[in-house]
């Protein structure tokens, strides 16, 4: 009975992964997941999930999940409504804005929402909830260590797939390869996410060994190219931010002395670029 019960279990591990697997990846892959049509099958697939995982694992939550619903909760916060004089106490702009416009027709003051536009609030509380879920679900199936290394691989790998969709695209729309906006709307959001899976894969660089090493550092590289080819300013300060980031927690990680942090530090890097040929040349001799 035990025995039925675990592999209940794995199945539906198994089955809010592959949920999980196919929100991350596939919608950056189509066409930035702004029709709502994909929308709507992200809010199944990641409602799904979190559901399975819950049902698995319990509604054991870290900080950072926990941190994202509070903010989830201020975006609700401004669909409630309130009384004029407390709306003007949080926002006196949208309520000399509520004045000019709607003052004149007799419908202000009144009770009404802090949102200059419920409809469209809400629908980003919605998209919200999905990210909220997603996050969620993660942070539950990435409790065991392959889960983890599973969902990070995607995530570097989803990363990789849409720069050669924006390169090829690019390449056979308009002849060029650079500031290309495709499978997203814009630049900024392309460069965002390219930045976001670009650290997964150096992490995995890091910790895997021959040629692997090698893939993984090409699937950072290509990320980070994909920045830097969009041409969108505020992506490519967020990329050195992490850069920065990067280097500053490398550094605390090393002790203090100059000379020992070069001894240890360059060939990690070494390391990095050269290691697969190095176990080649091991392997053939």
Known sequence: MEIVITHFE?????????????ALFASPLARGAVDWRVQLAIAIA?????LLCAATHGPRLPYLVLGLMAIFGAILLQLLPIPSGLLRLLSPSAADLFQT??????????????SLDPAATALEAAKAACCLMAAAAA???????RTRLFIAKVLALSGGAVFVLSVSHGAATVGSVIA???????????????????????????????????LWLATFVVSASGVLMSASRG?????????????????RALPRSPSRWLSRSLPSWARIGCGPS?????SGT
């Open 139 to 145: 942070a539950l199936l990435a409790q065991e260590r």
């Open 101 to 114: 416009s709607l003052g004149t027709l007799g419908l202000f003051p009144s009770i009404r929402p802090l």
């Open 235 to 251: 992506g490519m300060a967020s990329f050195f931010f992490g850069v920065a980031v990067f280097g500053i927690l490398s550094v």
């Open 46 to 50: 990641t409602g799904g999930s979190l």
């Open 180 to 214: 290309s906006t495709f499978p997203f709307k814009n630049p900024n959001h392309l460069a965002g996410f390219l930045t976001l899976t670009a650290w997964p894969a150096l992490g995995l660089a890091l910790g895997a060994r021959g040629y692997r090493r090698a």
């Open 10 to 22: 794995q199945r539906r591990k198994t089955a809010a992964l592959l949920l999980l697997v196919l």
């Open 278 to 282: 190095l176990d080649r040349s091991r």
